[in-house]
């Protein structure tokens, strides 16, 4: 097995600190409960993705690549790193979004724009034809003599996964000075790409822990169905002898809500309790919806009980900041209680 002899490149602060959680943790009814801070692997204020790119960009970069072109909502958590990742390593970075061109620029946009990413916004494409322009701009520069590399939607591919294969031979070990290798870990799922590496990394370095995903997007057979089959192909880039059984992990998706990206009212409740319990900021289009799930879960008893809980905490922060009218009623509250 040869996941440590890989190509990477260093772009996130490792390890991410494990923290106890004991104030969530008794208001919704876990002995415990510990947050995996993802959030704070510092590229373009952190998040999970920075993993997965470790991986992709030293592939990139390793092909020669000049210019590299991802695709993803406006609000892309993955866009942003991505565009971030190209600026430290010199290269371009060209962003293809599936919306409208926005009437205002917010959250990971202002972000983008930043780091200098050239953004094209189709609103009729879905992810399949946004590849397809992205493989024919790149047909273009080609012929120019410029090497491109295209990632995919969240840097799900078998080598962005090697990114949370790595991530769970580091936590094993953090977990393991706390005497919690059984753990339940939880933690949103969107493109399955953190899942699918997550599963490699179970079989390889934590093999008596639960993967527990919450879907974001995707209905549950989907997400698995992608998660696997980007696992298989991560297992043979590193020749790593596992089996990827079909329950490897479990995946919710009764938590998604009206769709993708829009928020819910069980998110929102879940941002406003972990901060104001443990002074950790959630988003409400990944982790707000994670924790949902994780909250209504432990009150059911379906997860934590003699076992503990972790909740991988995979950033997107700066998203929260496209969706300050969903906060707007706290604000007003807030301030008519203090008003003098």
Not at 7 to 34: C, F, N, Q, V
Not at 109 to 121: G, R
Not at 160 to 168: F, H, P, V
Request: aromatic fraction near 6%; proline fraction near 4%; glycine fraction near 10%.
């Amino acid at each position: 097995m040869k996941l440590n002899e890989m190509p990477r490149t260093h772009l996130a602060h490792l390890p991410t600190p494990l923290e106890d959680a004991s104030k969530l943790a008794a208001e919704i009814g876990l002995p415990r409960l510990y947050i995996k801070r993802d959030d704070c692997t510092g590229l373009a204020t952190g998040g999970n993705k920075a993993r997965k790119l470790e991986f992709l960009m030293a592939d990139a970069q390793a092909q020669g690549a000049k210019v590299v072109m991802t695709c993803g909502g406006s609000q892309s958590n993955h866009a942003r790193q991505t565009a971030a990742a190209a600026c430290k390593l010199g290269m371009k970075c060209v962003i293809y979004l599936a919306d409208p061109f926005p009437t205002t620029f917010e959250g990971n946009l202002v972000l983008d724009s930043i780091l200098d990413a050239e953004m094209k916004f189709y609103p009729s494409m879905d992810y399949d034809d946004l590849l397809r322009v992205m493989e024919a701009d790149g047909k273009e520069l080609a012929a120019q003599g410029i090497k491109s590399y295209y990632i995919p939607v969240g840097g799900s591919s078998p080598v962005g996964a090697l990114g949370y294969a790595a991530g769970m031979q580091e936590i094993a070990g953090q977990l393991k000075v706390l005497g919690a290798e059984n753990a339940d870990i939880v933690f949103g799922v969107g493109s399955s790409g953190t899942l699918a590496g997550m599963i490699l990394g179970r079989e390889l370095f934590l093999p008596e822990s639960r993967l527990v995903g919450i879907s974001v997007s995707r209905d549950s057979f989907q997400c698995m169905q992608r998660a696997r089959k980007i696992a298989r192909q991560a297992a043979e880039l590193i020749d790593a002898d596992v089996t990827i059984a079909d329950d490897c992990a479990e995946v919710h998706d009764q938590y998604v809500g009206e769709d993708y990206a829009i928020p819910t009212q069980e998110g929102k409740d879940a941002i406003l309790l972990t901060a104001r319990t443990e002074g950790v900021i959630l988003d409400p289009v990944y982790t707000g919806k994670a924790m949902a799930g994780l909250i209504d879960l432990a009150r059911k008893g379906e997860i934590g009980g003699d076992k503990p809980v972790v909740f991988w905490h995979t950033g997107g922060a700066a998203g929260l900041f496209a969706f300050h009218e969903l906060f707007r009623d706290e604000a007003e509250r807030l301030a008519s209680e203090n008003a003098i």
